[in-house]
T-cell receptor, first 117, second 115 residues
Framework: AQKITQTQPGMFVQEKEAVTLDCTYD???????LFWYKQPSSGEMIFLIY??????QNATEGRYSLNFQKARKSANLVISASQLGDSAMYFC??????????????FGKGTKLSVKP | GAGVSQSPSNKVTEKGKDVELRCDPI?????LYWYRQSLGQGLEFLIY????????KSGLPSDRFSAERTGGSVSTLTIQRTQQEDSAVYLC?????????????FGEGSRLTVL
């Protein structure tokens, strides 16, 4: 069974508008972390934001925020005030922490975001 | 540099040949990962090394794939008897020891083309 599901293969957004990229996850471990990475056409993987399962507040990093709904097992990425440079693939990922040790990081299939001028 | 270093950046080989891909993680990072990314696809987990623990090999697609990590630092991913479907970008990443969020720092990848 897929542990990370990104249901939007592609998304379009108008420059300066906000966009939400969906991510749902599946785990029975109470301790886990959720990550979002950006991969522009150059191929590099850029870390954007992290949310721990015990964090009480949603994570924010500049124009990026994570809408964490634990009961629904969703961790959607919100990008505010989109810029042309935001056009890229976006990957959601999850790490489970087994008994305090880090498990590996599992990625979703990604969402391709295109920002229109 | 201080980042994750991978070599070669590009490798073209003939079907049936063996290839070795190298990853030099960030100094002090105890965890090392290998992923495979086919064109336009997501990241497929291959193998994960964490300190002195036994590696998690659950993602290796076949017994033609193997990896080792010597001295807790440099890792080599070996693909034997390469097939055309092995063509992909192979990404290596490292992360600091437990207690951190576990953010991964990625190398620029090794692009493998099997003719």
């Amino acid at each position: 069974a897929q542990k990370i599901t990104q249901t939007q293969p592609g998304m379009f957004v108008q420059e300066k508008e906000a966009v939400t990229l969906d991510c749902t996850y599946d785990t029975s471990d109470p301790s886990y972390g959720l990550f979002w990475y950006k991969q522009p056409s150059s191929g590099e993987m850029i870390f954007l934001i992290y949310q721990g399962s015990y964090d009480q507040q949603n994570a924010t990093e500049g124009r990026y925020s994570l809408n964490f709904q634990k009961a629904r097992k969703s961790a959607n990425l919100v990008i505010s005030a989109s810029q042309l440079g935001d056009s890229a693939m976006y990957f959601c990922a999850m790490r489970e922490y087994y008994g305090g040790s880090q498990g590996n990081l599992i990625f979703g299939k990604g969402t391709k975001l295109s920002v229109k001028p | 540099g201080a980042g994750v270093s991978q070599s070669p950046s590009n490798k073209v080989t003939e079907k049936g040949k063996d290839v070795e891909l190298r990853c030099d993680p960030i100094s002090g990072h105890t965890a090392l990962y290998w992923y495979r990314q086919s064109l336009g696809q997501g990241l497929e987990f291959l193998i994960y090394f964490q300190g002195n623990s036994a590696p998690d090999k659950s993602g290796l697609p076949s017994d033609r794939f193997s990896a080792e990590r010597t001295g807790g630092s440099v890792s080599t991913l070996t693909i034997q008897r390469t097939q055309q479907e092995d063509s992909a970008v192979y990404l290596c990443a490292s992360s600091p020891r437990r207690g951190d969020t576990g953010e991964l720092f990625f190398g620029e990848g090794s692009r493998l083309t099997v003719l």
